[in-house]
């Protein structure tokens, strides 16, 4: 709802103010003007309506820095994670993206990178915090951290993001679950969507990684992501052990 009712506020006075300066109403200079304040008004909204819901934990816990080592091995299972989805989703390159050109402008200004890049993720973890801790409370760990994933999935509307949000979800949702902490799941969104980001801006031509890298070494290095993530995992459990 905030991401609806956000640009309708942000479109008001940014009308107002294009019919004042130059006089005509440009739909694709005012698609540019409202899109990162846009953004960023949904994203403060949906805080507010989090913080006051009551949806926001206060406990320890929940903000527990957990190990060195352990943000380490998130670190490794995120990237490769990623590498991984990037790889299937070359795949299905067929999938639409609806959303291409709202992200390139959003990644045209400092604005739209923190929201994508920072404050989104931010927003988000506390938004999969609340709902896996309630899921955890009616179903098993396996299936609330699929549910979310799901939720997670369906959040981002976009038919392109869809499966690799649900995919990388579970990762988060896991580790949510296995936590207790948000801590590491706001680390390894915000590595996620701030590599994206800057894969994005750097090599703008490549939609995923077969786009930046090709042949045997692609293949090499795909087969070598697979090993460390299924490497990575059993260790974030056994540190998690107690879980």
Known sequence: IAQIVAPVLIMIPCT?????????????VL????????????????GIYLWKAGYISTKKETWSLVSAP???GSA?????????????????????????????????????????????????????????????????PTKAILISALLFGAFH??????????????????????????IPCIFMHILNNSLSVYLSIKYPEAENMDGLISGTPYLIILIGAIVILAGVIPYMQRMTSNK
């Open 16 to 28: 107002i103010y294009l019919l004042v300066t130059t006089g005509n109403l440009d739909k694709a």
């Open 31 to 46: 698609t540019q003007t409202i899109m990162i304040p846009a953004q960023l008004a949904g994203q403060i909204m949906m």
């Open 70 to 72: 352990y943000l380490l």
């Open 76 to 140: 490794v299972a995120i990237l490769t994670s990623g590498f991984v989805v990037s790889s299937l989703m070359s795949l299905l390159d067929w999938i639409p993206n609806i959303m291409e050109q709202s992200f390139d402008i959003l990644q045209s200004g400092w604005g739209g990178i923190l929201a994508i890049a920072i404050v989104g993720p931010v927003l988000e973890e506390l938004f999969r915090g609340a709902i896996t801790k309630a899921l955890l409370q009616q179903y098993n």
């Open 157 to 182: 509307i976009n038919p392109a993001q869809i499966l690799p949000a649900f995919l990388i979800g579970i990762l988060l949702a896991w580790t949510y679950y296995k936590t207790g902490s948000l």
